[in-house]
């Protein structure tokens, strides 16, 4: 669990005749990767659980002195996952193109990626942004001796792949 949290206080903004939408998300948007947001209110704010919940948080709420407290914790990241022979992933070298496919229906990303690896040399590293998980791409980067990795966002909205150029099998 997080110990990082912003913290945002509605209660004046609330006994002001304010309406906190707004605030909320833009401390959400404000967040770093792993950040928490602890929220005081003068009441449960229920109809937010589920916001959060589709921004990828958990809730803890407790009473305090004026109000309640309530703890929006970021849930853990999918794992990663990664190709068979992806050794270190760690190690790799940053990526020399990053490309954003998340607007593209298949097959195009697919294509786009497999043309980008063919212009490129051995060991060298593609990142790229996908609005699905590329199911389809994997045994074609496998057939072309290309080691991968990659997971959801924290979001769950989209895919993120790192893919280290390797020799044609």
Do not use: C
Request: no cysteine; glycine share 8%.
């Amino acid at each position: 669990m997080t110990e990082n949290f912003a913290e945002l206080d509605v209660r004046p903004l609330l006994q002001n005749g304010g309406e906190p939408f707004q605030a909320i998300m833009s401390a959400v948007s404000a967040l770093q990767p792993g950040q928490g947001l602890r929220l005081l209110a003068p009441f449960r704010p229920q109809p937010l659980y589920a916001v959060m919940d589709s921004r990828g948080f958990d809730h803890e709420v407790n009473e305090i002195e004026g109000g309640f407290e309530v703890r929006f914790i970021p849930r853990a990241l999918p794992d990663v996952q990664l190709s068979e022979e992806a050794d270190a992933p760690e190690l790799w070298p940053d990526p020399v193109v990053e490309l954003d496919l998340t607007d593209l229906a298949p097959p195009e990303p697919l294509v786009q990626i497999l043309s980008e690896a063919e212009a490129r040399q051995p060991g060298e590293v593609i990142f790229a942004l996908l609005s699905r998980e590329p199911l389809l791409l994997y045994p074609e980067l496998a057939k072309r001796g290309h080691q991968w990795f990659g997971n959801f966002d924290e979001t769950g909205e989209t895919y993120r792949i790192m893919i280290r150029l390797g020799k044609a099998t």
